[in-house]
């Protein structure tokens, strides 16, 4: 036995050796001297919303599944709710994101069986595919496939029609008790493309409860609608009855795409319907006049929430398709609405629109609230961000600058430098927005320009930092800063596409570093390719001039799965030095981190250390930076996505190492409530005992030591300002003692 657990652990040791020394963790970041609840939650582009309770505490929460990209792979973001009843507060967990299978093109959450917990209904070649949720208090969030393909009768009164329930992996069904007789029915536009279909469940009239998904198409032209254009006609079902061969011969005339939601809003007890359409800046709202089992839709409008006879409300208008969500945000038990665009590259830092539902009937008053619900609470800069860290006060601590390929403002995207300033301490970084638009950017590129991503590194040798900067995917300019050594930046000179260079691929994203070891900066770009290129640097300390070497980094391709994502990876890479050793972070597509040995000859193979280092599986298009800002020597990570957010990884999070992954030690000290008003408690596991606690504030000063010796007790921090402070633990079990650091926030 010993020596198998003597074996055990040291093939933990060798994963994790291979791993990087840095875990998940945060960085306080303040907007208008606001302390940002979520700010790396990662941002949010093209979601839907749901209610589920992640962690069976009895309270709804929310879950998104972002589309946030080009591809088909999408990404859950879970957001745990601990607020009050009426409150709308909410608290990341990244960790709950991987529970969920990885889905494409779409996912919704609904509650099949009615045993309380939200069931995963996502796209599925051909329709829908479905996930029964089996977790539980004790075990956690857990899915398990029931249902490969939904199928349904669609000759329901003569022979047996069988097929796949189509949707298009481009829209969204209404997932809803159509005929309130308990159990889920589904709405989608049928194979015609303009008409709407109703398959009704028969669970309830065959097996006499809910938990079966059995349909049959019930009215292939439900609410005597089509839509098309942008344009809902009533009355307009001219082949009723219908002939289910002839209907079923239609299947290849798709309906390009459509988000479909159904909400009672007068209470009559039938369905009302809205609707957006792939190529329409509003939505539609269809007002049924029908009856449970015979929908009427019989009156439209684009100016919803403002019908009829409710208060005035900003309308439902985004580029592009707008799509709109019936979830309780506020935790007070009543549905309000969310809108957000179901397509990529439109609308994106203001792209989640808030209304209250303020009635105080069963009938729904939706009132405008925001344009940035949740993302007002985390590091947004459009969609797919690059971080990067600069010194651009020359104050001696990194601050954090992001570019991103456009904030959507007006009718399109334009170019913007986010720059977060370092406000904390060498050792206790805290950062604050200072500009959403440094160095004039947006300025400098007027015209079409829309992206620009950027790489810091002195070029000429003066003492200061440049940047280099892509635009629009293919040119990269000199970005000169003439603030000389030690003074703050100042971009004053830019270059426009000074070097002539012609990528071998689109979309470039450059990094500034010396791989030949002769003293100047040479310059490696990752593209769309998946492929890495090496310019080496063959002009002077002070006149760079590159020339690409053919054949470098042969084996090197950052991308995934060819059936998945076809042929494009959208690579970013970062080199760094590990003592002697070069080697290189990839991220891609995929949202993986690839990690590579690279060898001092460029055109010689990269040896592969890991795929998925630190089991990280980011949102999409992954751009790993890799350098420390927290000053103990050690690289932190930063990565930036499709949605235009940032994750942070730290050398100094709690269970960075082997140790401490292996016993996970800082799960032994609970904090809760965290945040907190003006009390905690904290409580130690098993026979571990809490000596004493030292609180320290964001610029790292220490602001109390409390002497404990307790295993659990509950402390009063009313004094304290409000903010987030860093609760230095130090623990005592039977064999030893050691320190935890617990963030905790104050309101």
Same mark, same amino acid.
């Given at each position: 036995?010993?020596?198998?657990?003597?074996?055990?652990?040291?093939?933990?040791?060798?994963?994790?050796?291979?791993?990087?020394?840095?875990?998940?963790?945060?960085?306080?970041?303040?907007?208008?001297?606001?302390?940002?609840?979520?700010?790396?939650?990662?941002?949010?582009?093209?979601?839907?919303?749901?209610?589920?309770?992640?962690?069976?505490?009895?309270?709804?929460?929310?879950?998104?599944?972002?589309?946030?990209?080009?591809?088909?792979?999408?990404?859950?973001?879970?957001?745990?709710?601990?607020?009050?009843?009426?409150?709308?507060?909410?608290?990341?967990?990244?960790?709950?994101?991987?529970?969920?299978?990885?889905?494409?093109?779409?996912?919704?959450?609904?509650?099949?069986?009615?045993?309380?917990?939200?069931?995963?209904?996502?796209?599925?070649?051909?329709?829908?595919?479905?996930?029964?949720?089996?977790?539980?208090?004790?075990?956690?969030?857990?899915?398990?496939?029931?249902?490969?393909?939904?199928?349904?009768?669609?000759?329901?009164?003569?022979?047996?029609?069988?097929?796949?329930?189509?949707?298009?992996?481009?829209?969204?069904?209404?997932?809803?008790?159509?005929?309130?007789?308990?159990?889920?029915?589904?709405?989608?536009?049928?194979?015609?493309?303009?008409?709407?279909?109703?398959?009704?469940?028969?669970?309830?009239?065959?097996?006499?409860?809910?938990?079966?998904?059995?349909?049959?198409?019930?009215?292939?032209?439900?609410?005597?609608?089509?839509?098309?254009?942008?344009?809902?006609?009533?009355?307009?079902?001219?082949?009723?009855?219908?002939?289910?061969?002839?209907?079923?011969?239609?299947?290849?005339?798709?309906?390009?795409?459509?988000?479909?939601?159904?909400?009672?809003?007068?209470?009559?007890?039938?369905?009302?319907?809205?609707?957006?359409?792939?190529?329409?800046?509003?939505?539609?709202?269809?007002?049924?006049?029908?009856?449970?089992?015979?929908?009427?839709?019989?009156?439209?409008?684009?100016?919803?929430?403002?019908?009829?006879?409710?208060?005035?409300?900003?309308?439902?208008?985004?580029?592009?398709?707008?799509?709109?969500?019936?979830?309780?945000?506020?935790?007070?038990?009543?549905?309000?609405?969310?809108?957000?665009?179901?397509?990529?590259?439109?609308?994106?830092?203001?792209?989640?629109?808030?209304?209250?539902?303020?009635?105080?009937?069963?009938?729904?008053?939706?009132?405008?609230?925001?344009?940035?619900?949740?993302?007002?609470?985390?590091?947004?800069?459009?969609?797919?961000?690059? =971080?990067? %860290?600069? #010194?651009? @006060?020359?104050? &001696? *601590?990194? +601050? $954090? /600058?992001?570019?991103?390929?456009?904030?959507? !403002?007006?009718?399109?995207?334009?170019?913007?430098?986010?720059?977060?300033?370092?406000?904390?301490?060498?050792?206790?970084?805290?950062?604050?927005?200072?500009?959403?638009?440094?160095?004039?950017?947006?300025?400098?590129?007027?015209?079409?320009?829309?992206?620009?991503?950027?790489?810091?590194?002195?070029?000429?040798?003066?003492?200061?930092?440049?940047?280099?900067?892509?635009?629009?995917?293919?040119?990269?300019?000199?970005?000169?800063?003439?603030?000389?050594?030690?003074?703050?930046?100042?971009?004053?000179?830019?270059?426009?596409?000074?070097?002539?260079?012609?990528?071998?691929?689109?979309?470039?994203? =450059?990094? %500034?570093? #010396?791989? @030949?070891?002769? &003293? *100047?900066? +040479? $310059? /490696?770009?990752?593209?769309?390719?998946?492929? !890495?290129?090496?310019?080496?640097?063959?002009?002077?300390?002070?006149?760079?001039?590159?020339?690409?070497?053919?054949?470098?980094?042969?084996?090197?391709?950052?991308?995934?799965?060819?059936?998945?994502?076809?042929?494009?990876?959208?690579?970013?890479?970062?080199?760094?030095?590990?003592?002697?050793?070069?080697?290189?972070?990839?991220?891609?597509?995929?949202?993986?981190?690839?990690?590579?040995?690279?060898?001092?000859?460029?055109?010689?193979?990269?040896?592969?250390?890991?795929?998925?280092?630190?089991?990280?599986?980011?949102?999409?298009?992954?751009?790993?930076?890799?350098?420390?800002?927290?000053?103990?020597?050690?690289?932190?990570?930063?990565?930036?996505?499709?949605?235009?957010?940032?994750?942070?990884?730290?050398?100094?999070?709690?269970?960075?190492?082997?140790?401490?992954?292996?016993?996970?030690?800082?799960?032994?000290?609970?904090?809760?409530?965290?945040?907190?008003?003006?009390?905690?408690?904290?409580?130690?596991?098993?026979?571990?005992?809490?000596?004493?606690?030292?609180?320290?504030?964001?610029?790292?000063?220490?602001?109390?030591?409390?002497?404990?010796?307790?295993?659990?007790?509950?402390?009063?921090?009313?004094?304290?300002?409000?903010?987030?402070?860093?609760?230095?633990?130090?623990?005592?079990?039977?064999?030893?003692?050691?320190?935890?650091?617990?963030?905790?926030?104050?309101?």
């Amino acid at each position: 036995m010993r020596l198998f657990i003597s074996s055990f652990l040291l093939l933990i040791i060798s994963k994790v050796t291979a791993q990087l020394p840095v875990a998940p963790d945060t960085i306080s970041v303040l907007s208008s001297n606001y302390c940002l609840k979520m700010p790396w939650a990662g941002g949010i582009n093209a979601a839907s919303f749901s209610n589920i309770d992640l962690n069976y505490d009895g309270k709804m929460d929310l879950v998104l599944y972002d589309k946030m990209n080009n591809s088909a792979l999408g990404a859950f973001k879970c957001f745990e709710n601990i607020g009050l009843p009426g409150e709308t507060k909410y608290k990341y967990n990244h960790k709950l994101t991987q529970k969920f299978p990885r889905s494409y093109y779409w996912a919704l959450l609904y509650d099949y069986d009615y045993d309380g917990k939200a069931d995963l209904f996502c796209s599925a070649t051909g329709g829908i595919q479905v996930y029964k949720n089996v977790g539980n208090a004790t075990t956690g969030l857990q899915f398990v496939m029931t249902y490969s393909l939904l199928y349904s009768n669609y000759n329901p009164t003569g022979p047996p029609a069988i097929s796949n329930i189509y949707t298009s992996p481009v829209g969204l069904p209404a997932i809803t008790d159509i005929d309130n007789d308990g159990d889920l029915d589904i709405l989608t536009f049928s194979p015609t493309g303009i008409h709407i279909e109703y398959h009704k469940n028969k669970s309830k009239e065959l097996y006499g409860h809910s938990d079966s998904l059995k349909f049959e198409l019930a009215d292939p032209c439900w609410g005597n609608i089509s839509e098309n254009a942008c344009t809902v006609n009533l009355n307009d079902c001219p082949n009723r009855p219908f002939d289910v061969s002839e209907y079923l011969k239609t299947a290849n005339n798709r309906h390009a795409g459509a988000c479909l939601m159904c909400l009672d809003s007068d209470s009559d007890g039938d369905k009302d319907l809205i609707i957006g359409d792939i190529s329409c800046q509003t939505i539609e709202y269809c007002h049924n006049t029908g009856t449970i089992a015979d929908a009427l839709l019989s009156d439209t409008t684009k100016l919803y929430p403002n019908y009829t006879n409710q208060s005035n409300t900003t309308q439902i208008a985004m580029n592009p398709f707008p799509c709109t969500h019936y979830v309780d945000v506020d935790n007070d038990n009543v549905m309000d609405l969310v809108a957000a665009p179901n397509a990529f590259s439109g609308e994106n830092v203001t792209s989640v629109w808030l209304y209250k539902n303020t009635s105080a009937t069963p009938t729904v008053n939706f009132s405008f609230v925001k344009k940035n619900f949740l993302q007002e609470e985390m590091i947004e800069v459009g969609q797919m961000s690059r =971080p990067i %860290l600069i #010194d651009y @006060n020359a104050d &001696g *601590k990194k +601050d $954090l /600058l992001i570019g991103s390929e456009g904030v959507f !403002i007006g009718t399109g995207r334009k170019p913007r430098f986010h720059l977060y300033e370092n406000i904390g301490t060498l050792a206790q970084p805290a950062f604050s927005l200072v500009s959403t638009d440094y160095a004039n950017l947006s300025a400098v590129l007027n015209g079409s320009v829309f992206s620009a991503i950027p790489a810091p590194g002195d070029i000429d040798n003066d003492g200061d930092i440049d940047l280099f900067v892509v635009t629009n995917g293919n040119v990269i300019s000199w970005f000169e800063n003439t603030g000389g050594a030690g003074n703050p930046c100042n971009f004053s000179n830019f270059k426009f596409n000074h070097f002539s260079i012609n990528f071998p691929s689109s979309n470039p994203v =450059p990094q %500034l570093f #010396d791989f @030949n070891n002769d &003293g *100047k900066l +040479d $310059l /490696l770009v990752s593209t769309k390719n998946g492929r !890495i290129y090496y310019y080496e640097n063959n002009g002077t300390t002070t006149s760079p001039s590159f020339t690409l070497i053919s054949g470098a980094f042969p084996n090197v391709a950052l991308k995934g799965d060819f059936f998945t994502f076809g042929l494009d990876g959208f690579g970013a890479s970062y080199f760094y030095k590990e003592a002697s050793q070069t080697k290189m972070l990839g991220g891609c597509i995929t949202g993986q981190i690839y990690l590579f040995d690279v060898p001092a000859i460029a055109t010689q193979s990269c040896a592969l250390i890991d795929s998925t280092a630190n089991g990280i599986l980011e949102h999409t298009y992954s751009t790993p930076w890799y350098e420390d800002v927290n000053g103990d020597g050690k690289p932190d990570l930063f990565i930036g996505n499709a949605g235009g957010g940032v994750s942070f990884y730290s050398s100094k999070a709690t269970d960075v190492g082997i140790y401490e992954n292996i016993f996970n030690k800082a799960d032994l000290i609970r904090i809760f409530p965290n945040p907190t008003n003006n009390k905690v408690t904290l409580e130690a596991e098993g026979n571990t005992l809490i000596n004493e606690i030292e609180i320290y504030n964001l610029l790292g000063e220490k602001v109390k030591t409390i002497p404990v010796n307790q295993q659990k007790l509950n402390l009063d921090i009313s004094e304290l300002p409000i903010g987030v402070y860093m609760f230095h633990l130090h623990v005592k079990s039977a064999n030893e003692s050691y320190s935890i650091v617990k963030k905790v926030m104050k309101n």
